[in-house]
């Protein structure tokens, strides 16, 4: 079965400073790999993905993210953070033979300060 | 190209009664998914149809159903509401060989009292 696990519920930047959101999995088969954002009182938006490739993946609105198959991990960063990227934020796995069924992480909300 | 459209966005209902909620996916998508939101658990996978046919089922009561018609419109049902049936409804679509790029609706927020 596949997991993923985001650490820290609520991760709080100023304006400007980097931005590093955690996601670690559990697949036994090679994992297709997701980062997705939601708004309040929205659906979900696809930040970026990974699937096979280059192992460092870039999305929209300057986030990143680098899958790391011998830590499990797949952590999203953005170098400066903006008052826009406040929302919360999902990471998702799932496999090759069952692409459209996501295992989402718990989420993690994101504050941006002044 | 207009996005993922679901209805209705905001729905109250009492125990035990049923509930339909519609999904109409992107133009060309034929894949859909549902999935459920709810503060407890997250979100869940509920079930995915491709080409009027259930392509995958998550781990839900048989109280959940879908269906999907020849347009690709998809409908889930839900019987005999609890409580905990609350949450927020999720459909995506996707293209036909996609590896998992889920465009979402915004949803439909059910709440069971």
């Known amino acids: 079965a596949q997991s993923v696990t985001q650490l820290g519920s609520h991760v709080s930047v100023s304006e400007g400073a980097l931005v590093l959101l955690r996601c670690n999995y559990s697949s036994s088969v090679p994992p297709y790999l997701f980062w997705y954002v939601q708004y309040p009182n929205q659906g979900l938006q696809l930040l970026l993905k990974?699937?096979?490739?280059?192992?460092l993946v870039k999305g929209i609105n300057g986030f990143e993210a680098e899958f790391k198959k011998s830590e499990t991990s797949f952590h999203l960063t953005k170098p400066s953070a903006h008052m826009s990227d406040a929302a919360e934020y999902f990471c998702a796995v799932s496999d090759a033979g069952t692409a459209s069924k996501l295992t989402f992480g718990t989420g993690t909300r994101l504050q941006v300060t002044l | 190209k207009a996005g993922v459209t679901q209805t209705p966005r905001y729905l109250i209902k009492t125990r035990g009664q049923q509930v339909t909620l519609s999904c109409s996916p992107i133009s060309g998508h034929r894949s859909v998914s549902w999935y459920q939101q709810t503060p407890g658990q997250g979100l869940q996978f509920l079930f995915e149809y491709f080409s009027e046919t259930q392509r995958n089922k998550g781990n839900f009561p048989g109280r959940f159903s879908g269906r999907q018609f020849s347009n690709s419109r998809s409908e889930m049902n839900v019987s005999t509401l609890e409580l905990g049936d609350s949450a927020l409804y999720l459909c995506?679509?996707?293209?036909?060989?996609?590896?998992?790029?889920?465009?979402f609706g915004e949803g439909s927020r059910l709440t069971v009292l």
């Open positions: 995506a679509s996707s293209s036909q060989g996609s590896t998992g790029e889920l465009f």
């Open positions: 990974y699937t096979t490739g280059a192992t």
